[in-house]
């Protein structure tokens, strides 16, 4: 059936719509870009990949390893700064709004709806950390709606690969599509809701295995995912606070940014310590409020720092926290500032 002269012009005001919204979302962000603490976990991981360790394998990672992967290659890319975190962000970002807006114009055929959509993530202003959400979720949204309006096989296959993508950049991200792929399995396209529904699963098990083999090489997908489930439920402090402090200073950081839950195993403990004594960090953070539930939660670990590291100031972090900083006792000190009595090192010091 031949489109109308006015459904042309109306695509070609979505298209317009769609593409303007995801460009200007993106110069949005990239002006506005700033970077608060929590946004340099992943970071950290990202510069961690370019020194050629890996998520799980080399060091703790809670369920997020596209977003890790990412940053990675953007640094990869653009080099080693925060530019090149700011283009990742901001082109994020921009994919996001334009996704939101096509979907709602899909599902409502409004240009005003649609536009008001991907406005209202410009506004909401979310965290550059948590660009997954809004783009894993867009993308999710269209490919379960697409395959409502067109239940075929290979519609369902994007489903699955749209809740594979939500699963690696968040775990929880990828239940929620795949809840969403399911219900739709079930309730359109050919043959019974049964088999559709099986499919659909076996689709995206499929997809994810070799992500999950690799995690139960090297952790155990049942201790993978208690720490990934203790990571979204709970917002406790950092035992090892301030990830920004080492990502600017390019310097290997004595555990990461690790929460307390992460430690409290003994097989996690004694995970972390062997990473801790291979990298041989030359300095520590650790909040003063947290310094005795540190003990309690991670002796082993504790016991560790205690031992390698020497405590050399406390200082408040934006106004409130104080932070004890530790120096590693092996490095050789060459004087001691004046006025600080903080130490010095030559210019030749080797960092592990």
Wanted: aromatic share 12%; hydrophobic share 50%.
């Amino acid at each position: 059936m031949p489109t109308s002269r006015g459904e042309t012009r109306r695509r070609r005001a979505a298209a317009a719509l769609i593409v303007v919204s995801g460009l200007a979302t993106a110069a949005f962000r990239f002006l506005a870009a700033s970077f608060n603490n929590d946004h340099f976990v992943h970071l950290i991981a990202a510069r961690q990949m370019l020194s050629g360790d890996w998520p799980t394998r080399d060091f703790l990672d809670v369920g997020r390893p596209l977003l890790i992967v990412a940053s990675a290659g953007a640094q990869w890319l653009l080099g080693p700064t925060l530019f090149a975190e700011a283009i990742l962000v901001s082109i994020a970002f921009g994919l996001a709004a334009a996704l939101t807006a096509l979907v709602v114009w899909v599902i409502t055929r409004s240009l005003w709806a649609a536009g008001a959509a991907a406005l209202i993530e410009v506004v909401a202003f979310p965290r550059t950390y948590a660009f997954p959400k809004l783009l894993a979720l867009a993308l999710g949204l269209l490919v379960i709606v697409q395959y409502i309006r067109t239940p075929t096989w290979t519609r369902q296959l994007l489903m699955a690969v749209g809740t594979a993508v939500g699963f690696l950049f968040r775990h929880d991200l990828g239940l929620y599509i795949g809840i969403g792929g399911l219900l739709a399995s079930l309730v359109s396209g050919p043959r019974t809701a049964l088999v559709r529904g099986a499919r659909f699963a076996a689709l995206c098990l499929a997809l994810v295995a070799p992500y999950l083999a690799y995690v139960h090489v090297h952790a155990g997908l049942p201790n993978h995912f208690a720490l990934g489930a203790g990571q979204y439920e709970s917002e406790e402090g950092y035992v090892w606070p301030n990830p920004e402090v080492a990502y600017l200073a390019q310097r290997p950081f004595a555990g990461g940014a690790y929460e307390r839950y992460n430690f409290r195993s003994l097989p996690n403990q004694r995970r972390v310590l062997s990473w801790l004594r291979a990298e041989r960090a030359p300095f520590a953070l650790i909040p003063s409020a947290s310094a005795r539930e540190f003990e309690n939660d991670a002796p082993l670990v504790a016991a560790y720092v205690q031992q390698r590291y020497a405590p050399l100031t406390e200082v408040p972090v934006d106004g409130e926290e104080r932070v004890v900083i530790l120096l590693d006792r092996t490095l050789p000190i060459v004087s001691r500032d004046d006025e600080t009595g903080w130490p010095c090192f030559t210019a030749h010091t080797s960092w592990p």
